[in-house]
Every structure is written in structure tokens, then in C-alpha cells.
């Protein structure tokens, strides 16, 4: 069902003309690699982020998100196509997504959006800079521009509609591909249709459902050149590796926090020009005046351990790996959005049911989450279906590393965990239980209670709902034995 857009309080466009029956845009804005801790709104010293600090205070935040598979592939092939890895066949990096499988775009282009993807795609089985992924692979995004994998922010080439021989960015990555995603929104909003859609008849442009996909704070751990001169002003200058504040989980071993110290510093200036390109784009989004009808949805594909527990970049159950930013918000405000935090569980399967119920276009069967649009509010919501939303959510997240990794200062094991709406996290290696974290009163893991008796019935009942994730989503994974005998 279409929503009402009122784009001014009066309830008249800024023109004058009547109000019109339309359904809201979505951007989503996909950062690589950015964990969730790294904010001036969640405490984090080391970093500025203005512009995304006010993103967050102006909408819902996700405190309690996760990366369901905390790598770039899993993630990402859960996220487009609404299964969880085990069940689309992207279980590992690089992976591929089976071109015959629908992915987000395809409900929104049934409801009449306009869909585009720019930036970093990493579903067409390659690590090469310089892959090229085919029109058919492109997950039915109506426009494409991107490429399959970089991690070299000064040299990004990228390929796509009107453009399949590969092009050269110029600039650092962020800031130019953030230039063409304005570029695009600038183009598709300044055209008028009269075709009946979900806009209504004559409504002005086709709504749009876009992404852009950046691959910083991804190592290597390089900030913008340019942008970390003049542009940011005296007051940023760059945070110098001996002046990063460590977390209190970070080993005091003189080679991990000089490695810690080095790369966060790097990392913070990422995060920084990440923020500053943020801000650009909300303010382009004011310009063409579509801020106020639509959805910002921000977040990533995982975290970075940064030395948290001598743990280096992604696929480890520690909070520093799994836990994401995601916030939603109307940047132009809307007099029935939700602001503040909310504690649900949003996985990277909830993000596709909850991006559309944003729209009020129900997610189609074969997509596996759980839409947690009732938490952000919007237009023509109905509060007792709203209410009873809330009262179904799940209460808790199931969370996978499915093959054995081998990469260097990572978990060199398979494993599954689940996290708790009530702060609990239980982590299990093939025939082995292994963490079990109170993170309400120890947020940096540092005492592993798996192995205490005095907290054996919150194993076990963490246990109960990690095998009952495990059957629900048809995974094969072997758990331990954990009864207690005398």
C-alpha cells in the first residue's frame, strides 16, 4: 500500500502544489570493515564523526546490530539475497551469488523503485581489482557501477551501465565514488515521469531504492590524501599513532599495541573522511529536496578487532568483529519517525524485510529475516500492528564463520554463536563449547565464564537457542555435549 509524503508540516510540497501519495526512498550506505565502537556518539576517542553522530541523533539507532557472517562475502550474499550463507552458497571470500537467485532489488522494482548499486559489489567469486562482473551478475540492480573487489583506495577502477571497460576513479575511493552516487541521484531525481507507479500518476521522479558501497576503513589503513589536508581544517588534524587510546582488551604486548596503535591511527582517518563524505551526501540530499522522503539506512559488513585480544580485521565472534552500526533515520525528519536506540537484533537478513517495511512493501517469502521497520516508525504505521511486530521479534541472533580460516591473526576455526536481547553471548568450535561472555557487565569479553559451573544454566539455556538456530536455518554444524555430570 503507497504511504502519505507531506513534504512540508502544512502538508503542501515546497511549490505549493497538493500533497501527493508516494512511497519513500531508501539509500543504504555500506561501509567495509567499520565496527560499530568506532563513533563519537558511541564513545570512541580516537575519531570525529560529526556528520554521523547527527545521523544517529536523528534517527533509530541499532546499538545491538550484528554481522551474522562477519566477512565481507557472507555477509554481503546474505544481505542481498535475504538467506543466510549457508543457504545461498556464499560461505567464504571471495564467493559468487547465484545469478538465479532474486535479491533485494527485485521487490522493489515490483513496487515500481527505481534501483542502483555503486561502489563495492565482492559477489562474483573474485578478489582481482580488476574482475569484471557481467550485467546478468549484478544482482538486477536497474543501474550498476562498481567493481568487484579493491584494496588500494587511490586506485579504484570501476565499470558498469554506460560504462564496461573499466575507468579509473579519480581520487581516493570514498570521496569519488560518494561524487557519483550524488551524480546519479542528481540525474534520476531531475527526471519527471507520467507513468502510473508507486509514486502515483504524474508524481514527479520514480522512487529509488540506491546504494553505495565504499570499501574504507577496510584495511590497508590509508586515509584521503586531499581530504586530510585543507578540506578538514585545522580543527582535525591527523591523530598521530602514539596518541591512540587503545581498548582495555587490546594484550599488553608491546608488538600488538604498537601494531594497534599504528593501524588505528589509520583507521581513525578513514572513519573520519568516511563521516565527512556522509555529510556531503546529506547535504546534496537537501538540495535536490528529497531528504525528508527518504530513509537513510547506514551501516556495514562487519567490524575490525584492531588488536582487541591479539585479534587482527574481521571473522572472529569478539564484539569488536560482530557488532555493526546501523542507524535509520529520515535526514529531513518526519512527524512520525522514531528517534533514540532500540536493543533488537538486527542481522544481515533483517536488513532487507526491514529496508522494505520502511515502504510498506512486505518482504517476499523467500527472504528469511525479520522486519524491524516497526522500530523506526514512518508514514501510516499501524500501531497495533506495530505493537504485535515488537512482541514477535526474535531474542536472539544467530552468528556463523562456516569454513575454517586460515588468514593470519584470526579464529583459525569453524564456529557458530548466538547472541541474546539480554546481553549474552555463547560461542561453539566444532565438538566444543568455547566463550560464553556477560556483556552487560563485561562489554570487553575479558572473563570467559563457559567453564564456570556458577553460570552453567545460562550456558545452557544459551546453548538451547544456538541449536534451535542451527536446526531452524537448516544448518549442519556439530555441537558439543554440555550436561555436567557429578
Same mark, same amino acid.
Given at each position: 500500500?503507497?504511504?502519505?509524503?507531506?513534504?512540508?508540516?502544512?502538508?503542501?510540497?515546497?511549490?505549493?502544489?497538493?500533497?501527493?501519495?508516494?512511497?519513500?526512498?531508501?539509500?543504504?550506505? &555500506?561501509?567495509?570493515?567499520?565496527?560499530?565502537?568506532?563513533?563519537?556518539?558511541?564513545?570512541?576517542?580516537?575519531?570525529?564523526?560529526?556528520?554521523?553522530?547527527?545521523?544517529?541523533?536523528?534517527?533509530?539507532?541499532?546499538?545491538?546490530?550484528?554481522?551474522?557472517?562477519?566477512?565481507?562475502?557472507?555477509?554481503?550474499?546474505?544481505?542481498?539475497?535475504?538467506?543466510?550463507?549457508?543457504?545461498?552458497?556464499?560461505?567464504?571470500?571471495?564467493?559468487?551469488?547465484?545469478?538465479?537467485?532474486?535479491?533485494?532489488?527485485?521487490?522493489?522494482?515490483?513496487?515500481?523503485?527505481?534501483?542502483?548499486?555503486?561502489?563495492?559489489?565482492?559477489?562474483?567469486?573474485?578478489?582481482?581489482?580488476?574482475?569484471?562482473?557481467?550485467?546478468?551478475?549484478?544482482?538486477?540492480?536497474?543501474?550498476?557501477?562498481?567493481?568487484?573487489?579493491?584494496?588500494?583506495?587511490?586506485?579504484?577502477?570501476?565499470?558498469?551501465?554506460?560504462?564496461?571497460?573499466?575507468?579509473?576513479?579519480?581520487?581516493?575511493?570514498?570521496?569519488?565514488?560518494?561524487?557519483?552516487?550524488?551524480?546519479?541521484?542528481?540525474?534520476?531525481?531531475?527526471?519527471?515521469?507520467?507513468?502510473?507507479?508507486?509514486?502515483?500518476?504524474?508524481?514527479?521522479?520514480?522512487?529509488?531504492?540506491?546504494?553505495?558501497?565504499?570499501?574504507?576503513?577496510?584495511?590497508?589503513?590509508?586515509?584521503?590524501?586531499?581530504?586530510?589536508?585543507?578540506?578538514?581544517?585545522?580543527?582535525?588534524?591527523?591523530?598521530?599513532?602514539?596518541?591512540?587510546?587503545?581498548?582495555?582488551?587490546?594484550?599488553?604486548?608491546?608488538?600488538?599495541?604498537?601494531?594497534?596503535?599504528?593501524?588505528?591511527?589509520?583507521?581513525?582517518?578513514?572513519?573520519?573522511?568516511?563521516?565527512?563524505?556522509?555529510?556531503?551526501?546529506?547535504?546534496?540530499?537537501?538540495?535536490?529536496?528529497?531528504?525528508?522522503?527518504?530513509?537513510?539506512?547506514?551501516?556495514?559488513?562487519?567490524?575490525?578487532?584492531?588488536?582487541?585480544?591479539?585479534?587482527?580485521?574481521?571473522?572472529?565472534?569478539?564484539?569488536?568483529?560482530?557488532?555493526?552500526?546501523?542507524?535509520?533515520?529520515?535526514?529531513?525528519?518526519?512527524?512520525?519517525?522514531?528517534?533514540?536506540?532500540?536493543?533488537?537484533?538486527?542481522?544481515?537478513?533483517?536488513?532487507?524485510?526491514?529496508?522494505?517495511?520502511?515502504?510498506? &512493501?512486505?518482504?517476499?517469502?523467500?527472504?528469511?529475516?525479520?522486519?524491524?521497520?516497526?522500530?523506526?516508525?514512518?508514514?501510516?504505521?499501524?500501531?497495533?500492528?506495530?505493537?504485535?511486530?515488537?512482541?514477535?521479534?526474535?531474542?536472539?541472533?544467530?552468528?556463523?564463520?562456516?569454513?575454517?580460516?586460515?588468514?593470519?591473526?584470526?579464529?583459525?576455526?569453524?564456529?557458530?554463536?548466538?547472541?541474546?536481547?539480554?546481553?549474552?553471548?555463547?560461542?561453539?568450535?566444532?565438538?566444543?563449547?568455547?566463550?560464553?561472555?556477560?556483556?552487560?557487565?563485561?562489554?570487553?569479553?575479558?572473563?570467559?565464564?563457559?567453564?564456570?559451573?556458577?553460570?552453567?544454566?545460562?550456558?545452557?539455556?544459551?546453548?538451547?537457542?544456538?541449536?534451535?538456530?542451527?536446526?531452524?536455518?537448516?544448518?549442519?554444524?556439530?555441537?558439543?555435549?554440555?550436561? &555436567?555430570?557429578?
Amino acid at each position: 500500500m503507497a504511504t502519505q509524503y507531506n513534504s512540508s508540516p502544512d502538508g503542501s510540497s515546497p511549490s505549493g502544489a497538493p500533497t501527493i501519495d508516494r512511497r519513500p526512498n531508501v539509500i543504504w550506505i &555500506i561501509a567495509d570493515q567499520l565496527r560499530a565502537q568506532a563513533f563519537g556518539y558511541r564513545g570512541d576517542p580516537n575519531v570525529r564523526t560529526p556528520n554521523i553522530d547527527n545521523l544517529a541523533r536523528r534517527g533509530m539507532r541499532f546499538d545491538s546490530a550484528v554481522a551474522g557472517a562477519p566477512w565481507c562475502c557472507p555477509f554481503r550474499g546474505a544481505l542481498l539475497s535475504g538467506r543466510y550463507p549457508h543457504n545461498n552458497g556464499v560461505t567464504q571470500t571471495p564467493g559468487a551469488l547465484d545469478p538465479s537467485l532474486p535479491t533485494i532489488a527485485a521487490p522493489f522494482r515490483d513496487a515500481g523503485y527505481h534501483t542502483a548499486w555503486i561502489g563495492k559489489w565482492h559477489l562474483d567469486g573474485s578478489n582481482s581489482s580488476r574482475h569484471y562482473v557481467p550485467p546478468e551478475r549484478r544482482g538486477g540492480f536497474d543501474y550498476w557501477l562498481g567493481y568487484e573487489n579493491n584494496n588500494a583506495q587511490e586506485e579504484c577502477f570501476v565499470y558498469g551501465t554506460g560504462c564496461e571497460s573499466a575507468e579509473r576513479l579519480d581520487g581516493y575511493e570514498t570521496d569519488a565514488l560518494t561524487d557519483r552516487f550524488m551524480a546519479h541521484l542528481h540525474e534520476h531525481t531531475s527526471r519527471r515521469t507520467d507513468v502510473e507507479s508507486a509514486a502515483g500518476p504524474g508524481s514527479g521522479y520514480q522512487p529509488f531504492f540506491a546504494v553505495l558501497s565504499v570499501q574504507p576503513p577496510h584495511s590497508p589503513y590509508v586515509a584521503s590524501g586531499s581530504w586530510a589536508g585543507a578540506a578538514r581544517g585545522p580543527a582535525y588534524d591527523p591523530i598521530k599513532p602514539t596518541d591512540v587510546r587503545l581498548r582495555p582488551n587490546v594484550p599488553s604486548v608491546p608488538w600488538i599495541e604498537e601494531k594497534a596503535r599504528l593501524d588505528g591511527a589509520g583507521y581513525a582517518m578513514m572513519v573520519e573522511n568516511l563521516d565527512w563524505n556522509v555529510g556531503r551526501l546529506l547535504d546534496e540530499m537537501r538540495r535536490l529536496d528529497v531528504d525528508r522522503e527518504t530513509w537513510v539506512v547506514f551501516f556495514s559488513d562487519h567490524g575490525d578487532m584492531l588488536g582487541s585480544h591479539g585479534q587482527w580485521e574481521k571473522s572472529s565472534p569478539w564484539e569488536e568483529s560482530i557488532r555493526v552500526p546501523f542507524i535509520v533515520a529520515r535526514v529531513g525528519g518526519h512527524q512520525t519517525m522514531k528517534v533514540g536506540s532500540t536493543d533488537a537484533l538486527m542481522n544481515h537478513v533483517d536488513v532487507g524485510p526491514t529496508s522494505l517495511g520502511l515502504c510498506g &512493501i512486505a518482504a517476499p517469502d523467500w527472504m528469511a529475516g525479520y522486519d524491524y521497520s516497526a522500530r523506526c516508525g514512518g508514514d501510516n504505521r499501524d500501531a497495533e500492528a506495530d505493537s504485535a511486530a515488537r512482541r514477535a521479534e526474535p531474542d536472539s541472533a544467530y552468528l556463523q564463520q562456516i569454513p575454517r580460516k586460515f588468514h593470519a591473526h584470526s579464529v583459525n576455526r569453524a564456529w557458530r554463536a548466538v547472541v541474546t536481547r539480554d546481553g549474552w553471548k555463547y560461542v561453539c568450535t566444532p565438538g566444543n563449547d568455547w566463550l560464553l561472555h556477560n556483556l552487560n557487565d563485561d562489554p570487553f569479553e575479558q572473563a570467559n565464564l563457559c567453564y564456570d559451573s556458577v553460570f552453567h544454566a545460562q550456558k545452557e539455556r544459551c546453548h538451547a537457542a544456538l541449536a534451535a538456530w542451527i536446526e531452524k536455518t537448516g544448518d549442519s554444524f556439530e555441537l558439543p555435549e554440555i550436561t &555436567i555430570t557429578a
